[in-house]
């Protein structure tokens, strides 16, 4: 039991010495009343601009009984915590297993991948795209010259998609010992000990391809094995229970004996979508949100959103994070928002164009961005086919390729000509970010008439909330239509498909949303693998 006390506010220039004395002080102990101590959480307070301040919440443990300086503290703000494991996985012992298969090096994949590992099952992560490092070299080839490779890019990789990405930890959901393991496992591959406390913490892009490479050599040291540029092109079954997959590496294809499969593919593996669904995987219509990315300046941001306190180092890049709602039209939110960070393209597909945001860990870019998203239902999709939603994402990207002039140029419009339903002409004062180009065009001619007319409604109430969202030199980069997977591979009370032995996981099963829920749900499935070859 550790005792948290909460609400301790410091000015930005304090040392974290000054932070505990403030703490201690409030809680009517010395500092030599201190066993150990560690910080549970530090945010920004920065709803007076002219009075902004870090928020503090630290566990201790002391000399002292915690429950009896509990009940004497005239402060209110505290909590007796139950300190929580992060070492959930006993070793399978004297059983016979086949070998347990992951598709996809994804968040999902990766946790389940360390959590088999660490129980002795040995898994096989199988991935379609390349180690992280040549993976690299093939996204910024991408990127400056539009020549993609559609087996390695920002969505098919070591890592998953989240590898390009801000590397931003949604850690409002419950503090639990699956959410523990995440970010300890994160630390230990290199990620900064700060993810460990930050209310809002990221890793970010330059970071994550040195955590995933490290996660990759603990699975392979814990007797694991990874088959890069393997593609699963067809699952085998007897009686709906599974016993075999084929993969795909090159154009040679071979059978491997699997009787449990976790399949953690992402939210753009749309040819394994049409490949299960053909096997009779039950699958179903999930609504998602489309739009584009929206780009300021860093500087409008910062000042949008700190005030006089714009320029102080200790508050890095700010961020924001708006939703509107309204009765007459749909709701309009931003998502995934990228300090300091750039719009990157995420095509993986020919002919199709879809962009999102990705930042570096100290967030020093000129811009900032955000998904500007509307949400969209399977009422929208044109058809009852379980992958209608696919197909309806597919149909806006192959539209944003074609006025974009092809080669993976990005049609862009100013903030003002949106708003107006005017073509932008040429570029104003923020300079897109987009690689390999650019092409001003007019986003109706490819995204819904509704989703339009929504994102336009919340603009209006978004300018209301950050002074300077709706400059009319803002730049709409479009389009983002991957926000969320368009399917959800259904699954049972023990987290299998109605083929007994697959677990589908993740996001890209309609099951996670961000890099951490995908992580928690890997973690799910893999012990449920566990108890199953435990005989429970």
């Known amino acids: 039991m550790v005792l948290r006390i909460n609400e301790v506010k410091a000015p930005l220039g304090a040392s974290l010495d000054d932070v505990l004395k403030i703490a201690t002080d409030n809680l009517g102990i010395k500092l030599a009343d201190i066993k150990d101590w560690s910080l549970a959480k530090k945010s920004i307070d920065a709803r007076n601009k002219s009075n902004v301040y870090f928020v503090y919440s630290i566990d201790m443990k002391l000399h002292l ?22 070492e959930i996985i006993k070793p399978v012992v004297g059983k016979e ?15 389940a991948g360390i959590v088999l590992a660490e129980a002795g099952l040995r898994p096989i992560i199988v991935e379609r795209g390349k180690k992280v490092q040549d993976r690299n070299k093939d996204v910024n080839l991408f990127w400056s010259k539009g020549e993609l490779n559609t087996e390695s890019n920002v969505q098919f990789g070591e890592g998953g998609a989240g590898t390009f990405s801000d590397g931003k930890l949604m850690t409002g959901l419950k503090k639990d010992e699956l959410m523990s393991k995440v970010l300890a496992e994160f630390v230990k591959a290199g ?18 391809k040195t955590v995933v490479k490290n996660i990759r050599e603990k699975i392979e040291s814990l007797g694991g094995e990874y088959l890069f540029e393997h593609k ?75 005030g006089k306190f714009a320029k102080d180092k200790a508050l890095g890049a700010a961020d924001y994070k708006l939703a509107i709602h309204s009765s007459s039209e749909r709701s309009g939110y931003t998502f995934c ?37 509307v949400g969209v239902n399977p009422v929208d999709f044109g058809g009852d086919h379980p992958l209608q939603g696919m197909y309806f994402q597919r149909d806006i990207e192959r539209k944003a390729y074609v006025i974009g002039g092809g080669r993976y140029k990005a ?92 677990y589908p996981c993740g996001e890209g099963a309609g099951y996670a949303g961000g890099i951490t829920s995908a992580a928690m749900d890997g973690i799910r499935c893999a012990k449920k693998i566990i108890e199953a070859c435990c005989g429970n």
Not at 341 to 358: D, P, R
Request: overall charge neutral; proline content about 5%; some cysteine.
């Open 65 to 86: 009984d915690e429950k009896d300086v509990a009940s004497k503290t005239k402060w209110k703000q505290f909590s007796l915590e139950k300190e929580v494991k992060t």
């Open 411 to 502: 049609p862009v419009q100013l903030i003002g000509d949106f708003i107006k339903g005017i073509a932008s002409k040429k570029i104003g004062d923020v300079k897109p970010s987009y690689q390999p180009d650019v092409t001003p065009s007019n986003l109706a001619e490819c995204l819904p008439e509704f989703v339009i007319s929504a994102m336009k409604n919340a603009l209006v109430g978004m300018d209301n909330k950050l002074k300077g969202f709706t400059s009319y030199d803002a730049i709409l980069t479009g389009v983002e239509t991957r926000s969320s997977s368009p399917i959800r591979i259904i699954r049972d009370e023990n987290l299998q498909a109605n083929i007994k032995g697959l």
């Open 97 to 111: 297993f086949v070998r347990p298969i992951v598709v996809g090096s994804g968040p999902a994949g990766m946790l």
């Open 232 to 306: 699963l092109s067809n699952i085998k079954t007897n009686d709906r229970n599974l016993v075999a997959v084929s993969l795909d590496c090159r154009g040679v294809v071979k059978e491997f004996a699997c009787d449990k499969l976790i399949l953690a593919i992402g939210h753009s593996a749309r040819d394994t979508f049409e490949m299960i669904h053909d096997a009779g995987v039950y699958i179903e219509q999930k609504p998602f949100a489309i739009g584009a990315r929206i780009e300021h300046s860093q500087e409008l941001i910062n000042k949008s959103q700190y």
């Open 337 to 373: 928002m990228c300090p300091g960070g750039q719009v990157i393209g995420a095509s993986s597909e020919e002919g199709l164009l879809v962009v999102n945001g990705m930042s570096e860990y100290a967030r020093a870019k000129e811009n900032a961005n955000s998904a500007l998203l």
């Open 191 to 208: 990620a900064p000990d700060e993810i460990l406390y930050l209310a809002k913490p990221h890793i970010g892009t330059d970071k994550l």
